[in-house]
C-alpha cells in the first residue's frame, strides 16, 4: 500500500486565530511550531476538549487489524502529531475507551509517546501548567474485558482509573492489579447494561483527580456520548488530504458513531481556530455546553 511521505516538521500557518481563553506561555520551539495556543479557563467545571484526525470524506479509523489508528488516517504527518502531543501536554487528564486501547495496546497516550522529539519542550509545557509529567488516563470499559498486563497498566509510567460496571471491575480484579491502576465500578444504563453515561464518567474523574482541562481522545462511541450530553466545549480536528471511501459492508468509523443528531436535535459548532500545514488544515470550533 502507498503511503505518502511525512511533510517536515515545518511551522504551521495561522489563518484565524481564537482569541477566547488565555494564552498559554509555550516553551520557544512549540510557540515557533504551533504558534499561539489560547485555553479557556471556566468557573466550576473543567475545559473538555476532544482531538481527532479525519479524511475528506469523514473517517477517523480504518478499523482494521494493523491499521485502525489515526497514522493511516493522517499519512503519519508529522505536524499533527505535532498538535496531538501539544493538546495531551496541555490535558490534566485523557480519556479512551476500550475500543481505542484496542486499536493500539502499545501505546501510552502521553505528549512524549506521540513525539518523542519534542518530549523536553512538552515536559517543559507541562510542569509550567502545574501538571504531573503524564495526564491520568482513564479507560471506559463496561464489560472490563480489558489485559492488565498492557504497557498502559503494567509499565507504571502513568496513573489510570479504569471506569466500568460491577460485572466489569469484578472480571477486572481476577487479574493483578498494578500499584498504579484504580479501578472504579458506576452505574450503568441501556438495555446491555454495559453502556457508561458520559456524565457519570466526568463526574467520576473529578471525584478522582480536580480537572481543569480534560482531552477526550475516543472512540467516536464514547465521543457521540460526550456530545449527546453536551460535555464537549471544543473539538481539534485535522482534516487530511485523503479520501478513504467506504464499501457498502464497510466498518470504516466517522468521528462519532453510534448518535444522531440531526434532524430533530442539531448540534452546531463555531469555527474558531484555523492553521495549516502543507495540505492539512488545523481546524478547531466551540460547541455550546449545558449548563450544570
Known amino acids: ?5 511525512s511533510a517536515a516538521l515545518a511551522p504551521l500557518t495561522t489563518l484565524l486565530a481564537t482569541r477566547r481563553g488565555k494564552q498559554l506561555a509555550l516553551p520557544p520551539r512549540l510557540a515557533r511550531l504551533y504558534g499561539s495556543l489560547r485555553v479557556p479557563s471556566l468557573h466550576g467545571r473543567p475545559y473538555v476538549f476532544s482531538n481527532f484526525v479525519a479524511t475528506l470524506d469523514g473517517v477517523v479509523s480504518l478499523n482494521e487489524t494493523g491499521h485502525a489508528s489515526g497514522g493511516d488516517i493522517s499519512g503519519f ?56 509529567e503524564a495526564p491520568l488516563h482513564v479507560i471506559v470499559s463496561g464489560s472490563g474485558t480489558l489485559d492488565l498486563g498492557l504497557p498502559v497498566f503494567a509499565a ?19 487479574q493483578h492489579v498494578p500499584d498504579s491502576v484504580e479501578i472504579r465500578a458506576i452505574r450503568t444504563t441501556g438495555r ?55 464499501a457498502a459492508d464497510d466498518r470504516r468509523l466517522s468521528l462519532v458513531m453510534g448518535r444522531s443528531f440531526v ?22 470550533y466551540s460547541f455550546p455546553v449545558e449548563p450544570a
Not at 434532524?263 to 478547531?284: E, I, N
Open 1 to 5: 500500500m502507498s503511503r505518502p511521505v
Open 77 to 132: 504527518n508529522a505536524q499533527d502529531r505535532m498538535v496531538m502531543g501539544l493538546l495531551r501536554a496541555v490535558a490534566d487528564v485523557v480519556i479512551i475507551g476500550a475500543g481505542t486501547l484496542g486499536a493500539d495496546s502499545r501505546h501510552l497516550w502521553t505528549a512524549a509517546a506521540i513525539f518523542p522529539g519534542l518530549a523536553n519542550d512538552y515536559r517543559q509545557l507541562s510542569a509550567a501548567l502545574g501538571n504531573s
Open 156 to 174: 507504571g509510567k502513568v496513573q489510570t482509573l479504569i471506569l466500568t460496571t460491577r460485572p466489569g471491575a469484578k472480571r477486572l480484579l481476577q
Open 192 to 246: 446491555s447494561g454495559h453502556a457508561i453515561p458520559a456524565q457519570a464518567i466526568l463526574d467520576e474523574v473529578c471525584r478522582v483527580r480536580p480537572a481543569r482541562r480534560i482531552l477526550v481522545e475516543g472512540g467516536p462511541r464514547l465521543l457521540g456520548d460526550f456530545y449527546a450530553a453536551r460535555l464537549i466545549d471544543e473539538q481539534f480536528l485535522t482534516l487530511a488530504p485523503q479520501i478513504a471511501g467506504r
Open 263 to 284: 434532524p430533530d436535535d442539531p448540534l452546531w459548532g463555531s469555527l474558531t481556530d484555523l492553521r495549516r500545514g502543507g495540505s492539512h488544515l488545523y481546524l478547531r
